[in-house]
């Protein structure tokens, strides 16, 4: 077996989550490189939700009795695991949503109902780039359609790297809002937040940040990062599905319009107004997701117990491996950056003229499992002039074996295909 140093115990990590085990094809043990776009989730997890639907079931915040009372502690208590775990000055700055597009939505929505000095109109400007995932572009783009606002973008190099020779030509003074990703989901670059930041903070703009590939492998410190507002989602992070997160500064949060209006949210209703509860609730109208929360709550007590700087040194190491290996595969083209540095553990590439949805097919037979398509960044697929890629993304399960495997299948699609 490939030794590296700084990989966590995968053996014993792996025996955590459940499906890792599961065989596929007349027997061929599952090798699953596709954590981008969802994670497996530990029995940790797995036993919360469990625990929650069969101990503490009922609705929130209202109820007296005793297990409605225990189900506002854990969904609440899951709010205070979220802040501690991105370093948030208060509880009531996280939001709960039901995934990282939810969160950009309620951004995008926000701003466009807002009063000034925040609100986005005609004579503003909304900056982002071309390497987000669709959930980062259409909320913008419709933004811009109903309010006029110009929509502008940075372009990316063609070693898959932010384009910001131009960035005070990109971010002006009539920006109001930059809105970029941590982490590319497509081509793993890790993009140079601190740059971005500081020209929008020269011009007045507000900056909203897209963690969601970023908040499972690496430190996500929102007061370190001086965003504004900090999405991400929680199943890509060994949590649940139908969960996710806006972080976003109090003072912005009492100013800013709700989003959804119902239940939960409101401070007084009659049928001539309301007034609104203070955030989060504020924007939380109507019956949150409690399990999902719950079990996001677990997922990272799980993280947190490993260590995240730990996590992000294990995928380095199996990035920088698959990254040299990959690259010993004749016809193989690594879409984005072709090294470790600067970059997550999230490898897309082609495969000669071969299609990736052929590639995919035929790793699938070998029980290999990676992600093939525009992977929610179209824009990215044409600027390389392609029309899709395989992507193969690691996690802090993944192994150098697997690496090796995704190698030998390559070859083997490689030979099916002459």
Known sequence: MTQLPGLLDTEAIRKDFPLLDRTVHDGKKIVYL???????????????????????????????????????????????????FINAPSRNEVIFTKNASESLNLVANMLGWADEPYRVDHDTEIVTTEMEHHSNIVPWQLLSQRTGAKLKWFGITDDGRLDLSNIDEIITEKTKIVTFTLVSNIMGTINPVE?????????????????????????????????????????????????????????????????????????????????????????????????????????????????????????????????????????????????????????????????????????????????????????VCLRFGIPATTRASFYLYSTPSEVDALVDGLEHVRNFFG
């Open 34 to 84: 596709d954590s981008a776009a969802t994670s497996q989730k530990p029995r940790q997890v797995l036993d919360a939700l469990n625990e929650y639907y069969e101990r503490h079931n009922a609705n929130v915040h209202r109820g007296v009795y005793t297990v409605a009372e225990e189900a506002t502690a854990l969904y609440e208590g899951a709010r205070d695991k979220i802040a501690a």
């Open 195 to 379: 740059k971005i930041i500081r020209r929008a903070q020269q011009v007045g703009a507000l900056v909203c940040i897209d963690a969601s590939q970023a908040a499972p492998h690496m430190v996500l410190d929102v007061q370190a990062l001086q965003a504004d507002f900090v999405a991400f989602t929680g199943h890509k992070m060994v949590g649940p599905t139908g969960i996710g997160v806006l972080w976003g500064r109090q003072e912005l949060l009492e100013d800013l319009p709700p989003f959804l209006g119902g239940g939960e949210m409101i401070e007084t209703v009659s049928m001539h107004s309301s007034t609104y509860a203070p955030a989060p609730h504020k924007f939380e109208a109507g019956t949150p997701p409690i399990a999902q929360a719950v079990g996001l709550g677990a997922a990272v007590d799980y993280l947190s117990a490993i260590g995240m700087e730990k996590i992000y040194q294990h995928e380095h190491a199996i990035t920088e491996y698959a990254v040299k290996r990959l690259l010993e595969v004749p016809d193989l083209r690594i879409i984005g950056p072709a090294t470790a540095e600067d970059r997550g553990a999230t490898i897309s590439f082609t495969l000669g003229d071969i299609h990736p949805h052929d590639v995919g097919q035929v790793l699938d037979e070998q029980g290999i499992a990676v992600r093939v398509g525009h992977h929610c960044a179209r824009p």
